[in-house]
């Protein structure tokens, strides 16, 4: 199956700061990223569809502001954090969908973030 | 909106049974893609089932997609302690994002 990469892998933050999570697909091009949240123990809740050369699409209830998505090139998304508080102390998840039929999606390892 | 149930929710079984999961949904989708996550990983993709009535065989997995393509099962045979996991369902409609079902978490006891 198709590759995604991301990184860093876990980061522990103080309040305040801000923290990018990268994600790349290495060996096929990703037109639409997406980035999800996951609390333990549970689904997987789809913050924002990152979308190359264009604005992200957010979730209700996901501040744009406070989650800056950038989907520079068909390779790579980036999701920053800015101004974090310990409630963003989440495990953080980004998906690379192929755009061809039928539309498979490959998720990345994950970032675990601790903001103290 | 669209929505996946996804049950059971939770499932404990000794090692050597077999054991059902199933999706259902009221909506139509153009393919539904099960997926097993561990705990501080990402999910792993194990298959895509695209037409109605499919059936796939991964090992001792069998995926089954719904004639009508609003439903899917997972199916495991003779479970071992390395199935021990969160399955996710996941359903597609065209290029819209997946809706996924709240998962199976799945304890496969030695």
């Known amino acids: 199956g198709a590759v995604v990469s991301q990184h860093p892998s876990w980061v522990i933050c103080k309040s305040g700061t801000s923290v990018k999570i990268e994600c790349r697909s290495l060996?096929?091009?990703?037109?639409?990223m997406f980035w999800y949240r996951q609390f333990p123990k549970q689904s997987l809740m789809l913050m924002a569809t990152?979308?190359?050369?264009?604005?992200?699409?957010?979730e209700q209830g996901v501040e744009k502001d406070k989650f800056l998505i950038n989907h520079a090139s068909l390779t790579l998304s980036t999701l920053t954090v800015t101004s974090a508080h310990p409630e963003d102390s989440s495990f953080y998840i980004c998906?690379?969908?192929?755009?061809?039929?039928?539309?498979?999606?490959?998720f990345g390892p994950g970032t675990r973030l601790t903001v103290t | 909106t669209q929505l996946l149930e996804q049950s059971p929710q939770f499932l404990s079984i000794q090692e050597g049974e077999n054991l059902t999961v199933y999706c259902n949904s009221s909506?139509?989708?153009?393919?539904l893609q099960w997926y097993r996550q561990e705990p501080g990983e990402g999910p792993v993709l194990l298959v895509t089932?695209?037409?109605?009535?499919e059936v796939k065989k991964l090992k001792r997995l069998t995926f089954q997609f719904g004639d009508a393509r609003k439903d899917s099962s997972l199916h495991i045979t003779a479970a071992q302690p390395g199935d021990t996991g969160l399955y996710l369902c996941?359903?597609?409609?065209?290029?819209?994002?997946?809706?996924f079902g709240k998962g199976t978490r799945l304890s496969v006891i030695a």
């Open positions: 998906s690379a969908r192929i755009l061809a039929v039928p539309y498979e999606q490959y």
């Open positions: 060996d096929f091009q990703a037109t639409t």
């Open positions: 990152s979308n190359e050369g264009s604005k992200a699409t957010y």
């Open positions: 909506s139509v989708f153009s393919s």
């Open positions: 089932v695209v037409t109605g009535g």
């Open positions: 996941a359903g597609a409609l065209g290029n819209t994002p997946l809706v």
